[in-house]
């Protein structure tokens, strides 16, 4: 059970990395501004709902996991 705690820590470094730097690709290519995406501000005060967005990522996310676990073999 100890020799799980070094490898979950280093996997979830890992994972916080290329979260990181997923966004920072996101960021850049205008993902956020997609029709759908719904944004106000007032003042100090910034309300955002990205809808949009989350749908794409929602239809590409489906589409690589059932392309990755229906490729499996079983």
């Not at 799980?4 to 501004?33: D, E, H, N, W």
């Not at 809808?51 to 059932?66: E, F, R």
């Amino acid at each position: 059970m100890e020799s799980l705690l070094p490898l979950t820590l280093i996997l979830g470094g890992v994972v916080l990395v290329l979260v990181g730097l997923a966004s920072r690709l996101v960021r850049g290519s205008g993902a956020g501004r997609l029709p759908g995406d719904i944004r106000a501000t007032k003042g100090l005060l910034t309300f955002s709902a990205p809808l949009g967005t989350s749908l794409l990522l929602s239809l590409i996310l489906t589409v690589a996991l059932n392309l990755a676990f229906c490729a499996a073999p079983r």
